[in-house]
């Protein structure tokens, strides 16, 4: 499959590794450059980190929910069920922030298991480690700080922990390894984490009902409907048994990520891949399930292997002719190809030296294609927080073409160019489907006020 927008993103920040970024931690920076180092920087080398992971992943998870769940062949089904899903399929092989945290937090689920069931206190060290990893991973682990006290205090044979050192180790190991991102923030006037938090505590009445209403609806759609009726019923099977430390240690997985989603989406818009970190212990609850519900297993995994496999067909060639609406992955993955072609064959004709777009993603993904002696150049405040070139003083008088989405009302700062004169609309589109246009623009470049960066291009192998 192409790679996404946000993928070739994130394969930039791999040319520029940090302790930090504005959007993330730093881990899917880190998988990407192991990747690309092993085999290059095409999309198998960008993504190989991923179907490696959601395989061990897979492993931990058979051996989890053994563990809670012991007896009723709950392993093969959780890992079966989680596999099935589109948000676990199509993640397997695409890489994002999603993917490394989806692997940690399951890790840390598989550790806290093992404890449950030996009572051996070193689980509590992997557990940290891995519960580290995750927040170097995506800033939703945080609620992993919730839901183990939550899991600890409605749990009484497991209080004792808390006079034990295993446990105030792990917490510290998973400081220690979360520390760098911490020492970036405060670099950076806490930038990152302003941007994350500022999304919660929101609350608007007016628009609660449309916003859950996604959050529900996007999550049926990415565990596939089947799966996500089995899910919710394992949580709810969970939450009914807190008094077992298991099903107790499920309860506090999902249930307090899923409350705190509920939060935030009686305010504001929660994105449909933010409760991926629910899906590990919701497939171990519903493997759990037993009765009537057990036959609903093999249905919801056909059903959603036959719907991921769908979606891989779709977003590799692209054999139907769907609309926007019905394709998700002509948004993500469609046209870019064809456009950077005209862009190119634009350029020549024009006499002009670079390209630059002012989105991020456009930025990194035509770096990708266009061809190597076209510059390409990212226009942004963002880009002061990476190690990267300026071209600031390279194109002051040069001529290039700036290319920005039409979803945009606005227009180029005229602060950023001597020049600009618009010269018309291109579309990105596959099989005839539109998936955006753009307007582009000729610029000559000034030395102005908004960072311009040059994005890295793919080494050759």
Not at 149 to 165: D, E, F, G, S, Y
Request: glycine share 8%; proline share 7%.
């Amino acid at each position: 499959m192409p790679l996404a927008p946000d993928e070739a993103y994130y394969w930039v920040w791999s040319k520029a590794l940090a302790p930090g970024y504005l959007d993330h931690p730093p881990m899917v920076a880190l998988w990407i450059r192991a990747g690309t180092t092993l085999l290059g920087d095409g999309a198998l080398g960008v993504r190989l980190l991923a179907p490696l992971s959601a395989a061990l992943g897979s492993v931990l998870l058979f051996r989890a929910a053994e563990d809670l769940v012991p007896g009723r062949n709950a392993g093969a089904i959780a890992a079966g069920l989680l596999n099935a899903t589109l948000l676990f399929g199509v993640g397997a092989v695409t890489m994002t922030p999603d993917t490394p945290i989806l692997f940690f937090w399951t890790a840390t689920l598989f550790a806290l298991a093992r404890l449950t069931r030996t009572a051996d206190g070193r689980w509590w060290l992997l557990a940290g480690a891995a519960a580290g990893c995750a927040l170097a991973s995506k800033y939703t682990a945080a609620l992993l700080g919730i839901a183990i006290p939550v899991w600890l205090a409605a749990t009484p044979n497991l209080r004792p922990w808390l006079r034990r050192w295993h446990l105030w180790a792990a917490a510290a190991l998973a400081g220690t390894i979360f520390l760098p991102v911490v020492l970036w923030n405060a670099d950076h006037d806490w930038i990152s984490f302003a941007k994350q938090g500022g999304r919660t505590g929101a609350f608007d009445p007016s628009r609660a009902v449309q916003f859950l209403g996604e959050l529900i609806g996007g999550q049926i759609a990415l565990a596939t409907p089947i799966i996500a009726l089995l899910c919710a019923a394992g949580m709810l099977a969970a939450v009914r048994n807190w008094r077992d430390p298991a099903w107790t240690l499920l309860a506090a997985l999902t249930a307090v990520p899923a409350v705190v989603f509920l939060q935030h989406a009686l305010g504001d818009r929660v994105q449909a891949n933010w409760p991926a970190i629910l899906y590990p212990g919701a497939a171990i609850a519903a493997a759990g399930l037993t009765g009537r519900w057990r036959r609903l297993i093999a249905p919801g995994m056909a059903l959603g292997l036959a719907l991921t496999f769908l979606a891989w067909t779709q977003a590799s060639i692209a054999p139907l002719a769907l609309p926007m609406r019905l394709d998700p992955t002509l948004l993500r993955q469609g046209g870019w190809d064809s456009l950077a072609t005209t862009l190119d064959a634009t350029a020549r004709r024009d006499g002009a030296t670079y390209i630059a777009s002012d989105n991020y993603s456009h930025a990194a993904l035509l770096a990708r294609l266009l061809p190597p002696d076209l510059p390409v150049y990212g226009l942004e405040p963002r880009w002061s927080l990476f190690a990267l070139p300026d071209a600031r003083h390279l194109i002051a008088g040069q001529s290039g073409l700036l290319v920005r989405s039409a979803r945009r009302d606005d227009v180029p700062d005229e602060a950023d160019w001597s020049t600009i004169d618009r010269l018309g609309l291109l579309d990105r589109a596959r099989n005839g489907m539109t998936a955006e246009t753009f307007r582009l623009y000729r610029v000559v470049g000034r030395d102005g006020a908004t960072p311009i960066a040059i994005m890295p291009r793919p080494n050759a192998r």
